[in-house]
């Protein structure tokens, strides 16, 4: 079986060649998750485009699509299901930054969901302006000792490792005293504390660092690169929310026209049928455009294309899932449970009823809606940028409450 119709290039033949091989030597359906995804990574097959050794083979990111297509439709297990926060943000953010130690011991555990990941940014007073965090590094030796609090942290509760970032140089404007690092989430000096959605789940936590020491060794870059880390990792995080590029008709979109077709045909009227083609095309666009995005992509690290995604799924997820609970009437006010339940996936959207409220955190999560349009407006359209009242002022003088 070969990936596509059309005549294969000699890079597609090569990873075509080693699917092949993976599939014989390991049929999904008969191997156990971790020793499947374990053999993909070693096969160079898990991010094409990481480094030979580290689960690519330094391709272009366009044949990972080619890749998964072959292994889901073998029934491969999802690393993404499995470890959404590390193969979607932390993954590819220890790839660009970590050091040759750390990308062998991270990236395999982690491709595989052995090892679960979470990242600890966004802080109470510090969401949007993330680069304005309070947390602190202090320099002891060849240790940092970490005290502060980060809050809404994706899935903290079963993590093993987390990407923390940390101000380490309060004397220097706010976004060059910034410095990441990987924690030990098992340390007793790291605290985690559910926190409960709508939802009834508590999907994210509160996280609490009291004189937690991480060693120089695990630091991502430099002194002083935390920002750019994050970057890094921000550019990953809308490609991975709002990226996805499924079959025309799924998602959102298709729960919609499934209620729409399993209504009576009394009850399926032309003012409704429009309002439906109306967030079909919406859905159908913004599917398009994560295709064009995805094509055009030459290197591994995403542009501000990403937040056109990431901007679009959460209107539409919000909008589409509105639809969809109107489209219940009366039922549509029931929820299915608010038991408090610490889930092992995120965004599960099972139902319209949970899928309607896990939608309202969509254009909030991986960067609101408004900060979206602030980086469309400045890095797509070239307009003024947004105000900026901390701009040149070290951190520890800025005013803040
Ligand atoms: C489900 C979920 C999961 C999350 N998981 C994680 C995680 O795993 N790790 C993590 O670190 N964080 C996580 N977050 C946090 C998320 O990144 C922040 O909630 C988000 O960045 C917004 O920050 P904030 O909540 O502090 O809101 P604020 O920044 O206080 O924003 C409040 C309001 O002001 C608006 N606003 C702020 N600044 C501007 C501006 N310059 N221009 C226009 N409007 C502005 C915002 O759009 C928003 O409407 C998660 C959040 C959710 C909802």
């Known amino acids: 079986m070969t990936i596509t119709d059309s005549p294969l290039t000699a890079d597609e033949?090569?990873?075509?060649?080693?699917?092949?091989?993976?599939l014989e030597k390991y049929p999904p359906k008969t191997t156990d998750p971790v020793t499947f995804l374990g053999a993909q990574f070693d096969a160079g097959l898990a991010w094409v485009h990481f480094p030979v050794g580290h689960g690519g083979l330094g391709l272009g990111p366009k044949l990972q699509k080619l890749i998964n297509?072959?292994?889901?439709?073998?029934?491969?297990?999802?690393?993404?299901?499995?470890?959404?926060?590390?193969?979607?943000?932390?993954?590819?953010?220890?790839?660009?930054w970590g050091s040759e130690a750390q990308k062998t011991r991270y990236l395999r555990p982690l491709f595989t969901g052995e090892e679960i990941w979470c990242q600890l940014f966004s802080?109470?007073?510090?969401?949007?302006?993330?680069?304005?965090?309070?947390s602190r590094g202090v320099k002891d030796g060849d240790e940092w000792i970490c005290n502060g609090q980060k809050v809404w942290t994706t899935l903290a509760h079963l993590s093993r490792w987390g990407l923390l970032v940390v101000r380490t140089d309060p004397e220097a404007v706010k976004h060059a005293g910034l410095t990441a690092f990987v924690v030990?989430?098992?340390?007793p000096t790291v605290e985690t504390k559910p926190l409960r959605q709508m939802t009834g789940e508590a999907e994210f936590n509160e996280v609490f660092f009291t004189?937690?020491?991480?060693?120089?060794?695990?630091?991502?870059g430099k002194p002083g690169d935390g920002w750019r880390v994050s970057l890094t990792t921000l550019m990953n995080e809308r490609v991975s929310i709002g990226g996805g590029v499924g079959p025309r008709g799924s998602g959102a979109i298709g729960m919609a026209v499934k209620l729409w077709?399993?209504?009576?045909?009394?009850?399926?009227?032309?003012?409704?049928?429009?309002e439906l083609m109306k967030l079909y095309v919406r859905a159908e666009a913004t599917r398009l455009t994560n295709m064009r995005a995805a094509a055009n992509a030459q290197r591994g690290t995403p542009g501000p294309e990403g937040s056109v995604g990431k901007l679009a799924f959460a209107e539409n997820n919000k909008d589409i899932y509105s639809f969809c609970v109107?489209?219940?009437?009366?039922?549509?006010?029931?929820?299915?449970?608010y038991a408090f339940v610490r889930p092992e996936r995120t965004m599960d959207i099972a139902t319209p009823s949970k899928a309607f409220l896990r939608a309202r955190a969509n254009s909030i999560e991986g960067g609101t809606t408004e900060v979206?349009?602030?980086?469309?407006?400045?890095?797509?359209?070239?307009?003024p940028g947004d105000v900026r009242v901390d701009k040149g002022i070290a951190w520890k003088d800025v005013p803040r409450n």
């Open 13 to 22: 033949q090569r990873v075509d060649d080693l699917v092949t091989e993976l």
């Open 69 to 96: 297509e072959r292994v889901f439709a073998e029934g491969a297990p999802s690393p993404v299901a499995r470890n959404p926060i590390g193969h979607g943000m932390t993954g590819p953010t220890v790839a660009v």
């Open 123 to 134: 802080e109470p007073g510090s969401g949007s302006d993330f680069a304005g965090l309070s």
């Open 184 to 187: 030990d989430m098992h340390a």
């Open 211 to 220: 004189d937690t020491r991480i060693p120089d060794s695990e630091m991502l």
């Open 261 to 274: 077709s399993d209504r009576a045909s009394d009850q399926r009227d032309p003012a409704t049928k429009d």
């Open 326 to 337: 109107d489209l219940l009437g009366a039922q549509g006010m029931l929820h299915d449970s």
């Open 372 to 383: 979206m349009k602030n980086i469309l407006g400045e890095r797509v359209l070239g307009l």
